[in-house]
């Protein structure tokens, strides 16, 4: 709507017609653009009488898409420098609040020695927003701003890491921190679960895949979801003996509940407060393992026996937690990434796990950002397939043709290859933003082709022969194409080399736009008009006859006369 009114009425109000003594050349006139505008017709003259040349150069431009498609790197979103990042620990099993508080002040101060680090602020007992065990401890850090240091804040992480690998028996993972849930435990990206029936061999198997993945760069923090397994004096019943002295089992599990966990007796009242009342063994003797074999469970007859008697303590490890997915026991393997595409890492994940030959009824899942990645690129693929749908029936209704919607949709392909080359000369990946960038240069490729293709008709239409029409039509439409081509890159090219918070997932968008429309267009020009006369001679033959676009305009004229015709003979039209 803006095009055909408002754009039409400014240029009225504020352009004024050229007056004839008026001697000042245009930017059309220069001897720059005239020199460009001749190489392109001579370029064109030459395309266009080698046709079947130019063909193959674009077949083979399409097939290196999917080439370099194969070699792009892949992952869910671009991690951004936001000055800040998350250091998360967990403290060998047992430890005290007072022993955790020790380690966390220890993890400060090394922390405290990176010259970027503005900020500290530690929690402990909290797993993201719910809390935990006193073993968990969570760091904040907040850097200096990007504008104010020289290492990236990947590199920072990378060298934490190396001065926090000094405290041994810790489990610690620097981080990036979830802008959409706030700071959590252990958000990585990698994340592959493992699921079987049996516990202790899941757990093997996680084993063998953290050693093999742990020997190809890139993969940091390497390790399991499951929590550390916790220090228990395990109770085991000699059911024979204890069924002769009359010693049932929750017998002794309610003397054992009772008098070291603790049990409610009552309650008291003071000040208007209300406090519980619990009855259990004193600190000291609780954690003497010969004090709680003397304990007594009720007999037979009433008598009360130790439990020595009938037991045998021994001390064991339990584990942390016990995972389920899909109702299966399962342990996630997780894994931040340094330098690596979450893409890549999930193919070596993936195979580290084929290597194993694992039992049928164990299987691997892809969890967090890898399965928000397979979902996003089927979505995409979705949208890509429907886009070329509405895109082919506008056109088809636009130029009244099956055959020209085809000619300006080739030149969408081989746009694609050229922004897929962007990316792997910047070093960039393929994200969902990069993707978003593919669809924007599709549709500004296609405006261009659209220039070329209905001014050629429109020219043919007053009877100029093909290729006379072909070389006019693009000689015309050479300088609107380079005007908007080189308004989009100007455009975005300081979106795609700006630097701040939050830049980089605008630049891999930008940076697909701008890299795509410079090295695109010149194959664009040529290809389309190519294109334009292949299909052309196409439909002069026998196979391509069938295909017409019903005249829309001639089919309401001869229906609008037939209701006429009726309505004048006095009969009631009836369809």
């Known amino acids: 709507v803006v095009a055909f009114t408002l754009t039409p009425m400014l240029a009225a109000r504020i352009l004024s017609a050229r007056k004839a003594e008026d001697t000042a050349r245009t930017s059309k006139e220069t001897a720059f653009y005239r020199a460009m505008e001749q190489w392109y017709e001579a370029a064109l003259a030459w395309c266009l009488g080698h046709r079947l040349l130019v063909i193959g150069g674009a077949l083979l431009i399409l097939v290196g898409g999917f080439y370099l498609l194969a070699k792009s790197p892949v992952e869910f979103v671009v991690d951004d420098d936001m000055s800040e990042f998350e250091v998360v620990a967990e403290a060998p099993p047992g430890s005290s609040l007072e022993r955790t508080t020790e380690i966390a002040r220890a993890l400060e101060g090394e922390l405290r020695k990176i010259p970027e680090v503005r900020t500290l602020f530690t929690t402990i007992g909290v797993r993201g927003q719910y809390q935990s065990n006193v073993t968990d401890i969570s760091l904040y850090v907040g850097l200096t701003h990007l504008s104010e240091r020289t290492r990236t804040q990947d590199e920072i992480k990378q060298d934490a890491r190396r001065r926090l690998a000094v405290f041994p028996g810790l489990r610690i993972s620097a981080q990036q921190i979830n802008l959409i849930g706030g700071g959590g435990f252990r958000q990585t990206p990698f994340n592959l679960i493992l699921r079987g029936p049996d516990l202790q061999q899941l757990d093997g198997h996680a084993r ?14 390497l390790d399991t979801a499951q929590t550390q397994r916790q220090p ?15 010693v049932r089992v929750d017998g002794i599990a309610s003397a054992l509940r009772t008098l070291v966990g603790g049990e409610k007796a009552g309650f008291y009242r003071e000040a208007g407060e209300q406090y519980d009342v619990r009855i259990r063994l004193q600190e000291p003797f609780r954690k003497d393992a010969s004090v709680i074999a003397d304990l007594a469970a009720p007999g037979a007859g009433g008598q009360l026996v130790k439990l020595s008697n009938v037991t045998t303590l021994a001390p064991g490890m339990s584990p942390g937690q016990i995972e389920h997915y899909a109702q299966e026991r399962s342990i996630t393997i997780i894994s ?23 039992p049928p009824e164990y299987g691997i ?7 928000l990645l397979a979902e996003a690129i089927q979505n995409f693929l979705i949208a890509f397939v429907l886009s070329l749908a509405f895109i082919y029936i506008v056109l088809a209704a636009q130029f009244e043709s099956f055959v020209h919607p085809i000619t300006i949709m080739v030149s969408m392909f081989l746009s694609i290859p050229f922004g897929l080359l ?3 000369l910047v070093g960039k990946t393929l994200n969902i933003y990069s993707i978003m960038g593919l669809f924007l240069l599709m549709g500004v490729v296609k405006k261009n082709a659209i220039l070329q293709v209905d001014y050629t008709n429109v020219l043919r239409e007053r009877g100029l022969p093909r290729l006379e029409a072909q070389m006019q039509a693009d000689r015309a439409r050479l300088r609107p194409i380079l005007m908007t081509t080189l308004a989009i890159i100007a455009g975005m090219l300081p979106v795609a080399l700006g630097r701040g918070d939050g830049a980089a997932s605008r630049a891999s968008l930008a940076t697909v736009v701008v890299g795509g429309q410079a090295l695109c267009l010149l194959v664009t020009l040529l290809a389309t008009p190519v294109i334009y006369s292949m299909f052309d001679d196409l439909r002069g033959r026998r196979v391509f006859s069938w295909i017409r676009f019903p005249r829309w305009k001639e089919a309401l004229a001869a229906r609008w006369q037939w209701v006429n015709g009726r309505v004048a ?3 009631r039209p009836t369809r």
């Open 208 to 221: 063998a895949v953290i050693r093999t993945l742990g020997s190809k760069p890139g993969f940091v923090d």
């Open 232 to 246: 228990e004096l395990q109770v085991r019943i000699d059911r024979q003996k204890a069924s002769d002295l009359g």
């Open 336 to 358: 931040n990434l340094y330098q690596k595409p979450l893409g890549e890492a999930l193919g070596e994940g993936y195979d580290a796990v084929r290597e194993l030959k694992m």
């Open 365 to 371: 899942v892809t969890l967090g950002r890898g399965k």
């Open 422 to 424: 962007t990316l792997l």
């Open 569 to 571: 003979n006095g009969r």
